[in-house]
């Protein structure tokens, strides 16, 4: 009888997904590739040739790029190590919403080889990029001003300066000149 009941289980999130991709025209590949899965995998999930997946970094990468939690699939079990929801992510998930996006649209504004990125950081598993040059480019597809996102950009270089042992409170009149001018940089070039 268990087995009975696993088989409605997996095809219930088999055929979520499968809804999903049908619903948005989402090509399985690109899928797969904002996942960060073979496109055969995403065949067998749909096709129920292999189980749904229960492996919680993949459950929660499809999640994101279906807009809805990850506990919706029933293979999915907490992590031991929860996520840790920062305040860029918050800042993103509101600017996508207020812009009136889906998940999908959003990521489908970046080139194929960073959309996987792009979905662990919008669910909470990767920080912001360090390359100003990227977060440009978040604040382009969610266009909004680059001051605009710059905070966000500033306290995770702090972050990892305090990482590299640099003690910020130490070394005030320095940082707060690195960080002038990274803000006259950006304000110029906006």
């Given at each position: ?133 990227e977060v440009s480019v978040i604040a382009q597809v969610l266009d909004i001003d680059k001051e605009e996102i710059y905070e ?22 320095l940082s707060t000149a690195i960080f002038d001018c990274a803000r006259n940089y950006i304000h110029k070039n906006s």
């Amino acid at each position: 009888m268990t087995n009975k009941k696993d088989s409605i289980i997996k095809m219930k999130s088999s055929e979520m997904l499968y809804n999903f991709l049908e619903s948005t025209n989402l090509h399985k590949k690109d899928f797969a590739e904002m996942i960060g899965v073979t496109l055969s995998y995403v065949y067998n999930l749909i096709d129920e040739t292999i189980p749904f997946s229960t492996r919680s970094t993949t459950l929660e990468r499809i999640a994101t790029v279906m807009d809805i939690e990850p506990e919706e699939f029933s293979e999915y079990k907490i992590p031991q190590d929860p996520i840790l929801i920062d305040e860029t992510t918050e800042f993103l998930k509101q600017k996508i919403k207020e812009k009136k996006l889906t998940t999908l649209q959003f990521l489908k504004s970046f080139p194929r080889k960073q959309r996987l990125e792009m979905v662990d950081i919008i669910r909470g598993a990767r920080p912001l990029p360090l390359d100003w040059e990227e977060v440009s480019v978040i604040a382009q597809v969610l266009d909004i001003d680059k001051e605009e996102i710059y905070e966000y950009w500033e306290s995770r270089l702090k972050q990892l300066l305090k990482i590299s042992g640099f003690n910020i409170e130490n070394n005030e009149g320095l940082s707060t000149a690195i960080f002038d001018c990274a803000r006259n940089y950006i304000h110029k070039n906006s």
